[in-house]
């Protein structure tokens, strides 16, 4: 007797096959290396990656390992072997948000950042500079109320 075109003993060692195969998998992955720890507790060396609008420049947050040092790096997509600009920025200060404004020029929002867990806050500074790292310009923007 066919059941849908299938003899019943074909369908029974397709599921014992499927079954043995599914038992082996997670052996299959313990077989592999294990992922050291560290790894799991180790800070991303770049951050925040921001293309510019016409897709030729790509700006990153670099921290060190350290964690006490931060710089933007500004890359050409072409050849990121080399970055085109770097902008280091004092002990515990990182760029809190990086906005293209133009295909040349960029601002940066600083932050400080004290532990190596902590979200950072803003300063109220403003950074403009072209992807080159001239023409820089800073401001101090105040949130509080002025009465």
Same mark, same amino acid.
């Given at each position: 007797?066919?059941l849908?075109?299938?003899?019943?003993?074909?369908?029974?060692?397709?599921?014992?096959?499927?079954?043995?195969?599914c #038992?082996? *998998? =997670?052996?299959?992955?313990? $077989? /592999? %290396?294990?992922?050291? !720890?560290?790894?799991?507790?180790?800070?991303?060396?770049?951050?925040?990656?921001r293309l510019?609008?016409n897709?030729?420049?790509?700006?990153?947050?670099?921290n060190?390992?350290?964690g006490?040092?931060?710089?933007?790096?500004?890359?050409?997509?072409d050849?990121?072997?080399?970055?085109?600009?770097? #902008?280091? *920025? =004092?002990?515990y200060?990182i $760029? /809190? %948000?990086?906005?293209? !404004?133009?295909?040349?020029r960029?601002?940066?929002?600083k932050?400080?950042?004290?532990?190596?867990?902590?979200?950072p806050f803003?300063t109220?500074?403003?950074?403009?500079?072209?992807?080159?790292?001239?023409?820089?310009?800073?401001?101090t923007?105040?949130?509080?109320?002025t009465?």
């Open positions: 007797m066919e849908q075109g299938r003899k019943p003993m074909s369908c029974c060692l397709a599921r014992t096959l499927l079954s043995a195969a #038992l082996l *998998l =997670p052996a299959a992955a313990v $077989a /592999a %290396d294990p992922v050291p !720890v560290e790894d799991f507790a180790r800070h991303p060396l770049l951050t925040m990656p510019s609008p897709g030729q420049y790509l700006a990153v947050n670099m060190d390992p350290g006490d040092s931060h710089m933007l790096a500004v890359y050409k997509v050849d990121m072997k080399q970055p085109v600009s770097m #902008l280091r *920025l =004092p002990k200060e $760029a /809190a %948000d990086i906005t293209w !404004v133009s295909n040349t960029l601002v940066v929002d932050g400080k950042m004290y532990g190596s867990i902590d979200k803003l109220g500074e403003v950074i403009a500079t072209d992807l080159d790292g001239r023409n820089q310009e800073i401001r923007i105040s949130t509080a109320a009465a």
